[in-house]
């Protein structure tokens, strides 16, 4: 099959390039508004783009009726937020956080879980998450307009949290502990515990 993007709907192009550019990462982000109230959503538009300064972009798109997700409009507004990594013991959790609440209302409470002061920015970290990264804003860039235009999220990694419980021997991560989840096209997700290695070629 062939799609002429040009000539197509913008809802048949989402769902062929989230069944096409996979598998994803999910940023599962925690955000404050000027009243301290926090936020809490999973993006799987995400990744991580350099380590010299660390960097990772999400992107909240504009909702259908081309509004604000409470996300974008919390980083705009606090210039922080907080991203864990979505793991398969929280799979139930992460799912539920997606649901659209009102402006101010949590998900959070809603998902039955707890946060943690951060170190560096205003966003708490989730208590139950095996990893959370503290992050500054560096900049928003909104790429066209209308349902599900792009928001590039760009931010400064700050400060990494990581659960010892998910560490080696030598310390270094180890995928069959922090067993994170990523996203597939339509309502499909993927572990990642069918893992297999290779050596860099000379
Ligand atoms: C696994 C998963 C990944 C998602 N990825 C994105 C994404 O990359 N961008 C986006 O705008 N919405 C994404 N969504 C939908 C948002 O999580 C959803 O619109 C949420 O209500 C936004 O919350 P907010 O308005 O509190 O920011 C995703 C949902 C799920 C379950």
Redesign the pocket.
């Known amino acids: 099959m062939h799609l002429d993007v040009s000539a197509a709907s913008v809802l048949d192009v989402y769902r062929l390039l989230v069944e096409v550019v996979t598998p994803?990462p999910?940023?599962w982000?925690t955000?404050v508004d000027r009243e301290g109230r926090v936020?809490?959503?999973?993006?799987?538009?995400?990744n991580a783009f350099g380590a010299n300064p660390p960097v990772v972009v999400?992107?909240?798109?504009?909702?259908r009726d081309g509004t604000k997700?409470?996300?974008?409009?919390?980083v705009e507004a606090i210039g922080e937020f907080v991203i864990h990594a979505?793991v398969e013991s929280l799979a139930r959790e992460?799912?539920l956080?997606?649901?659209?609440?009102p402006?101010g209302d949590s998900?959070v409470a809603l998902a039955g879980l707890k946060l943690i002061p951060s170190l560096r920015v205003k966003p708490p970290r989730l208590a139950e998450a095996p990893t959370a990264l503290e992050c500054r804003l560096i900049q928003i860039v909104p790429i066209g307009s209308g349902p599900?235009a792009a928001n590039l999220v760009i931010g400064e990694v700050l400060m990494f949290h990581v659960d010892d419980a998910v560490l080696d021997e030598h310390g270094r991560v180890d995928p069959r502990k922090l067993r994170t989840i990523a996203?597939l096209g339509g309502d499909y997700?993927c572990r990642s515990t069918d893992l297999f290695e290779m050596k860099r070629p000379m």
Request: hydrophobic residues 40%; without cysteine; glycine residues 0%.
């Open positions: 994803r999910i940023a982000v955000s936020n809490l959503a999973p993006f799987s538009f995400f999400f992107s909240p798109t504009l909702r997700k409470d996300t974008l409009r919390n979505a992460v799912n956080s997606s649901k659209e609440l402006f998900e599900i996203r997700y």
